[in-house]
Every structure is written in C-alpha cells, then in structure tokens.
C-alpha cells in the first residue's frame, strides 16, 4: 500500500476541512483541533498492511507516547483516522474505545480491511465489524465535513426513532429548518438508515431547491445533519 509523510498526510487533512468557517488546528501529531465550538483531538496515520497471513487485513499501529497521557485525561473525543492513499479514503474506530486502550502497551493495532476499502462510495459511510465485534467505518476523504459533524453517532447502533415533524412557516422566508414533507423525509429516512447522508443532502436540495435558491449545500447538510442525528440517538 502507497504511504504518504506525515507532513503531506496532515497537509491533505488541513485542506480538506480548511472550507469550514471556524476550524482551527494545532501543530504535531497527535494535535487538537476546533470546528465551532467543538473540540476534538486527531491522531492521524497511513494504513498499512498487518503481515498476516490474510492479505486483506490492515491496520494502524498506536505506540506508547507521552503526548497520550495527557489525551487520555481530557475530556475530549480522541479520534484516530488511518488513510489509505490507494483509494484516498479515511478509516475511524470508536472513540471511546480507543481511548480506554491508549498506552496499554508498547503499540495497541486497530485493524479493517483493504477489499472494503476498495468498496467505498463517495456518498456514504461504511461501516465495517471485527471478529471482536469492534466497529470501525469507512469514509471518502472528501467527506471529512460530513465525518466531523455525526462522528459521535456513527458508532451508536441504528435504533428505530420516532422523528418529530416540525411545521415551519415559510411564506414570509426564504430558509427552512426542518424537513417537513412526509414522502421526502420517508426518502431521506431510509437513505440515513443506510448511512448515505450526501446523497439524503443532493435530494433534499433538489427537492427544495426552486422555493429556497439562497440556501447553500452546508444550509441544507445542517438539516439533514440533524435528522440523522435524531435517527441514530
């Protein structure tokens, strides 16, 4: 597999998120960074394979670092994306898990594997399951914006929600805040159970699109952001 520096890797990570309005980030690797109000701290490194005698098992290896001590004791996400330059995708497991595991010995190894990342579509997360049953996903690095915002729910089971409609007034505006169309949101359910929340945010501004001309695809990837939210609670 194709690696990357670690400057060009963090380079291509900056890019990628520097479109967002408030994003902010620290230098080194491990490094903390800020979207809005919310803080988390990112380790990133190349996947490679793990050497086993099945080939299509990969992985990112975690040495003992001091620099984890310190992440271990704040109470902040730890998320750990391993990249595969091959196929230009991002791979992430449990922040929470990975956390609980960080300087438990001289290198802790978080696995996936290479077929399911060459499977990866550029409008979905997929997710992926271990013989331990530990759940990692996989995602386009052109979706990092998309990542950061349901990051924390990606790695909840789905569970069957209820969505409360909300009615909004739009005669007198020119925005919309929730989704309100009950075969649209029928649709856009059915794709977020399957984790396919670009494509929920194409449809829904098509389907919106000529009443709602001056909002943005970040205006309609916030409402929809929010749906899958609630589905995945």
């Known amino acids: 597999m194709k690696k990357l520096i670690a400057k060009d890797l963090k380079i291509k990570f900056i890019e990628t998120l520097n479109e967002l309005d408030e994003f902010y980030y620290e230098e080194g690797n491990p490094f903390l960074i800020n979207i809005g109000t919310e803080k988390y701290f990112i380790f990133l490194k190349n996947l490679s394979s793990a050497y086993f005698k099945n080939p299509d098992i990969t992985r990112v290896q975690l040495p003992y670092s001091d620099h984890f001590s310190k992440i271990f004791k704040a109470d902040i996400p730890f998320i750990i994306l391993g990249f595969d330059a091959d196929n230009d995708i991002f791979v992430s497991w449990n922040p929470e898990n990975v956390k609980e595991r960080l ?21 979905e997360f997929k997710f992926g399951y271990l013989t331990n049953g530990e759940k990692f ?12 915002d349901v990051s924390l729910s990606l790695f909840k089971e789905n569970t069957e929600t209820n969505i409360e409609q909300v009615e909004v007034d739009t005669k007198n505006t020119n925005t919309i805040s929730e989704i309100t169309d009950k075969e649209l949101l029928q649709t856009i359910k059915h794709l977020l159970k399957k984790n396919q ?22 205006d309609w990837y916030k409402i929809v952001g929010e749906l899958y939210r609630k589905i995945n609670q």
């Open 197 to 218: 929340v670009l494509q929920a945010v194409e449809i829904t501004s098509k389907f919106y699109g000529n009443k709602h001309k001056n909002m943005t695809f970040k």
């Open 137 to 148: 996903v996989l995602f386009k690095r052109e979706n990092l914006i998309a990542f950061f």
């Open 103 to 123: 300087n438990a010995k001289s290198n802790v190894s978080l696995y996936s594997r290479f077929s399911m990342q060459e499977q990866v579509k550029i409008d």
